[in-house]
């Protein structure tokens, strides 16, 4: 079983920045995909973004040029840089990684969701 733990959401103001984090734990062969995504009550999971095991990048066009996504493969870790952030932009935010266990089998997972809170 992979667990996923986000931490760094919070609170911030218009304009400011916050860094999200995320690991993976558990019997973990290799990843592929890492990615955010959020979540407003009332409203579909959406992509803010991804990356893949070999660094490609994407990002939903509302947060193009405001948030960075990485990835420390060593750490079976993706952060979320999150910059110049907008009241639009609070959500609860979810770590998906898929991969390969130690079993041979593909895994699919989410993390229990951070919340970010940017006021205006």
């Known amino acids: 079983q992979v667990r996923l733990v986000e931490s760094g959401g919070g609170l911030v103001q218009a304009g400011g920045s916050l860094r999200l984090s995320c690991v993976a734990s558990g019997r973990i062969f290799s990843i592929n995909a890492m990615g955010w995504y959020r979540q407003v009550p009332g409203k579909q999971r959406e992509l803010v973004a991804t990356v893949s095991s070999g660094d490609s990048t994407n990002y939903a066009d509302s947060v193009k040029g405001r948030f960075t996504i990485s990835r420390d493969n060593a750490k079976n870790t993706v952060y979320l840089e999150m910059n110049s952030l907008k009241p639009d932009d609070t959500a609860v935010y979810y770590c998906?990684?898929?991969?390969?266990?130690?079993?041979?089998?593909?895994?699919?997972?989410w993390g229990q969701g951070t919340q970010v809170t940017v006021s205006s």
């Open positions: 998906n990684v898929d991969g390969r266990n130690y079993n041979g089998l593909l895994f699919d997972s």
